[in-house]
């Protein structure tokens, strides 16, 4: 069946340092979503990217689409401790939104 | 103020009864949605809804049931059919079924633990 696949499960940085997930289809999607889920929270939307190749920014975050529209990553710069949580993709794919299983990112101060 | 509501936060139940988890948004949205997320797993889809009236069975429906009699509301019932059925369960909602430009509203959850 049709799977986005999400690198690393877990990361932990040092506050300051650069984070970055990745999310990977094996199918082309129309469209990819981005969640963020805070600890014992709900998962709240960031952002959606449509195009191939589309890179579309957020303060220190950087989202970016692949051009064959079955890959994405997003990269937070000089991560803060307000950062803290799980990070989500979920691509569209036959009129079906098929999470990735998240990235948990830790921050140290 | 608009939104989507879940409750309870926390259900504790024991082991062979039902349990009916309630969902609830004002935002006038068509979709509803159900999903469980286990710890370190992603977003599952249990049931949709994209009508009043209608609804279909998502990637992990057995041992759930759901109903929609109304566009506001979309409870889920968790039967001793689901053999485990401790989780975190999630509702949402978009303007419309899943579409190019729709994004989903979640609620805050329900922790249910089966005893």
């Known amino acids: 069946g049709q799977q986005v696949m999400q690198i690393p499960q877990y990361q932990h940085v040092q506050e300051g340092e650069d984070f970055t997930t990745y999310c990977n289809s094996s199918t082309t999607l129309s469209n990819i979503q981005w969640y963020k889920q805070r600890p014992g929270g709900h998962p709240v939307f960031l952002i959606q990217l449509v195009k191939s190749g589309e890179v579309k920014k957020q303060k220190r975050l950087t989202f970016q689409f692949g051009e064959a529209k079955k890959n994405s990553s997003l990269h937070i710069t000089a991560t803060q401790t307000t950062d803290v949580g799980t990070y989500f993709c979920?691509?569209?794919?036959?009129?079906?939104?098929?999470f990735g299983q998240g990235t948990e990112l830790s921050v140290k101060p | 103020d608009g939104g989507i509501t879940q409750s309870p936060k926390y259900l504790f139940r024991k082991e062979g009864q039902n349990v009916t988890l309630s969902c609830e948004q004002n935002?006038?949205?068509?979709?509803m949605y159900w999903y469980r997320q286990d710890p370190g797993q992603g977003l599952r889809l249990i049931y949709y809804?994209?009508?009043?009236?209608?609804?279909q069975k998502g990637d992990i429906a057995e041992g759930y049931s759901v109903s929609r009699e109304k566009k506001e509301s979309f409870p889920l019932t968790v039967t001793s059919a689901q053999k485990n059925p401790t989780a975190f369960y999630l509702c949402?909602?978009?303007?419309?079924?899943?579409?190019?430009?729709?994004?989903?509203?979640f609620g805050p959850g329900t922790r249910l633990t089966v005893l």
């Open positions: 949402a909602s978009s303007q419309d079924l899943i579409g190019d430009t729709d994004t989903q509203y």
């Open positions: 935002l006038n949205h068509d979709a």
């Open positions: 979920a691509g569209l794919a036959g009129g079906k939104l098929i």
């Open positions: 809804s994209q009508i009043v009236n209608d609804f």
